[in-house]
């Protein structure tokens, strides 16, 4: 070291951690500005200009406007090898009782989405230091993907009709772009309400999940004048989540089965039998074939909506995402450098595979290719509520941009060989051309008529 060469992983970490020390203040900076700003999926315009002008003042050329608002910037090593993505989300949710709400939109980070640009930055930062050009091999891509949160479903179909998309979220429009063809591996980390002291949890999994654009065609009349020349669409809608509810008593613990939507158009005027009400709804299960199986039932009741008042319903079946697999190789390479920056008694492992409930295009991403999505217990409130807030945005931006810099760091020193052994051991359960298949497949349209 006394010529100030950097010979191993061991020696490149603190430069890694230093670095991302001195720029704390413009990683929490830029994380507080998105969260000032919020922007909802595939029109994250500003948030995605900020992140871009951040990796270009590294010096890196970035690659803009992928799949509306996404980007990516690679930076090589000085030798050949594997190529490592580090990724960001770009969007906020809608929730207007939020305090950072947009009181235009109501756009809010009720996830946390706005600390995973700090984060990426700050692993940019670090790994773009000169000294660590000689000791890495392969490369590291900085990605930043739209529309996480699968929502606007009807506006997003509109957007699809008019050609401007193939699919509903940005990892997997991304996919279908090919962005990550020349990605062998992924990592990116998300917030968790947490009790306050420092946590950072590794495994476990998503639900698999599907989106229902439903759209019940009725009769408009005088609603008070000649209600018995309509057919009401709302009646029929009505009927139709009746008729899901009466699933649930048949749903089974172990797959984590949800059933949930909103009615996005409940008609037009309250003097008029509704003709025209959309419904937006999901299912989700961790086990695929549950999944499938709970999904068909569904879509039957919605035809029995339809059914009971002689309406028409249109039901639009839209690919959501696949259950996350975390890859071992990169998780254990992931905790032992967690354990590294805020010590090994907070870094914890689900040990069972279950499912949280919730989904991320992230699984789909998994499916493909090894990836990882740990945890960090930097927020308090409940996830997506209005009491969702960063409590503490060391452990949200710094800590985990030091723990996925050690990751990178690990994976492609001594010749990418950590990196290379993850490939070695990891057989993707669907190939990229698999994937896309099937999730084309599973986009359909059916028209019944309950007349
Ligand atoms: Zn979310
Ligand atoms: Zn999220």
Redesign the pocket.
Known sequence: MANGAILTAADARPVAHETIDRVTRDLVGTARKIYAEPEVGFRERKTSARIAQGLRELGLVVEDGIAHTGLKAVYEFDRPGPRVAVIC?LDSLRVPSHPGADPDTGAAHA???HTQAGMMLGVAHALTRPELRSVLSGSVAFVATPA??FIDVSARLEMRKAGLLGFLSGKQEMLRLGTFDDIDMAMMM?TASGDGSPRITVGGSSNGHMVHHVRFIGRSAHAGGAPERGINALQAAMLALNAVNTQRETLQEQHVARIHGIISRGGTAVNAVPDDVVYEGRVRAMDPAALTELNDRVVRCYKAGALGVGANVEITTIPGYLSMQNNPDMQDVFASNAAIVVGRENVRATEDVGSRGGS?DMGDLSTVMPAIHPYTSAATGTGHGPDYVIADYDLAVVAPAKIMAGTVIDLLSDDATGAKQVIANHTPLMTRSQYLAFQAERFHTELYSGK
């Open positions: 989300e996830c946390g989405h996480e949160e998300h991320t």
